[in-house]
């Protein structure tokens, strides 16, 4: 459960920076409007709407992308009202694996001994008649 809510969490953070991007953007490609009360005069050089138009695109894109996201991770969050018997179950089915791999691992375990007898064995032959043949070697001359 911390892994999601540690995503959750990143995935909030990272819609915030969408959303802080976004209006950066917005203050970025704007040009200043015209009020009829004031009587200042600015220089209105509107951006390429392309451009603009871009940038809403993406953004909207990122934020509902994210905003999916996060819907995804709530619900996947466990229930509070079930979380205990989930745990308990998930807890007897994980010791029930347990037991079956440690059975597996005690079988391996003794047919790996099995096998280091069958090695020693044969080790201790080859040993046996080098010696022998050293014995004889020596013997002939």
């Known amino acids: 459960m911390a892994d999601r809510l540690t995503q959750l969490q990143d995935t ?3 819609q915030a920076e969408h959303f802080c991007n976004a209006i ?4 970025q490609t704007s040009y200043p409007s015209k009020f009829p009360i004031f009587d200042r005069t600015g220089n209105q050089t509107p951006v ?3 451009q603009q138009d871009d940038f809403a695109q993406l953004f909207a894109q990122l934020i509902s992308r994210c905003a999916k996201d996060i819907d995804t991770l709530i619900e996947s969050l466990p229930n509070e009202d079930n979380s205990t018997e989930l745990q308990n179950q998930s807890l ?3 010791e029930a694996e347990n ?3 440690s059975e ?3 079988e391996i375990v003794h047919k790996g001994e099995l096998l280091l007898e069958k090695i020693q064995v044969a080790l201790e032959d080859i040993a046996q008649a080098q010696l022998d043949m050293q ?3 020596k013997n002939n001359k």
């Open 12 to 14: 909030v953070n990272q």
């Open 24 to 27: 950066g953007i917005i203050q």
């Open 48 to 50: 390429q709407n392309q």
């Open 92 to 94: 007897k089915r994980l």
């Open 99 to 101: 037991q079956e791999s």
């Open 104 to 106: 597996r691992l005690e």
């Open 135 to 137: 014995i004889t070697f």
